[in-house]
């Protein structure tokens, strides 16, 4: 039956099992299509970036990135909503999907293609979805070694920080083991874009690869029910009687500690390169380092964002923000130097019509995929 929606998605990838179990939630009738080269290619053409997932709707308007798309979707399709009513939590969940979906993505790509066998099944796995069998063996290793290049050893890992880039899988489940001994969801009784965002990387990656997925059942069991838990919630079978929780327990201390050191400095630090116009910058935050890492025009758009939505709260609601983080040092660096502009929010308007796409991607970004996420 033909739906309003055309999902292409893969099964293996971070950011497609965070939309998809959104869709799935909220029970918005979709198709699914998975994607392989050609099919990339043509995300490429409709929306101007070779990424998945991306939404083809009937009236033949786009939609793509999962933060704007699932904005857009909550927009449309409102009950129940994953946005907390309480404006301040609401921001700080925006916070936490930010922080799961970027943060998580280098422990992500470690846990894949660090780990010899992971590297070898999961190139192998990705190349035979893109393309046809005997070249999916060189594509498989290929790939594995971009990812390998582009996410860890070109972009600050090395063997002095290997481990620790290792270790964020296990101070996350640190805060996620004893929260859901008490909670169904990361914001209380059902899901929030922040869990959405922790999907990501759980789901697709820790919770998926031969590697993490052993250390995820052994270290983080309540963890591992929660993706279970999220990926089979409908929305029709709960009641819609929400309660929220602020996050106040102990446990949230190191997280709210890593987002105020480590994440927003980083943020910070990504967009101050970005304005010097440095193609890498070495990053200094509370508990990693990496040189040379590269300056990423996205991440400066994310930064852009959690400014604006900042903004928008009123002086309550800001200083109540602020209250979260006052015992591990508060969040200054979110405001630090104001907003520096990404250049890129035209793009993440959405629906995109494919008609008013000016840049296409080059050829070998349509057949090799664009790195940067
Ligand atoms: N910020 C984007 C990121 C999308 C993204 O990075 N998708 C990855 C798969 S999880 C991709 O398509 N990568 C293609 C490539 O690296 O070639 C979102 O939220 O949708």
Redesign the pocket.
Known sequence: MATRYTVYK?DI????G??EAYLRYKEIPHSLVNCNSRT?AMIAEKTGT????AIEMANGQWL????P?MQWLEHHHPQPSIMPQDPALRFFALLMEDYG?EWLWRPAMWWRWVPKVSRITLGRRIASTMIAKPLAIPLGFYFARRQLNEWLWKDGVDQHNSNDVRDMLYRELEFMEPLFEQQDFLLGSHPSIADFGYF?SMF?HFGNDPISAEVMRREGPNTYEWLSRLWNIKQSKISHDISWVWPEADYWQPLLQRIAKDYLPYLYQNAVAFSQGKKRFDYKGNSLTFNGTVTTD?RVFCRQELQREFSLLTKDDQQRVEQVFANVGGIASLHQDGVIDSGLTKDYQLPVDPTTVKAKPTLAKRI????R?
């Open positions: 893969s990838s971070y950011f497609s965070k939309l990339v070779a990424k998945m997932p793509h990135d999962t933060t798309m979906d990501a697709r996205y090799f995929g664009q790195p996420n």
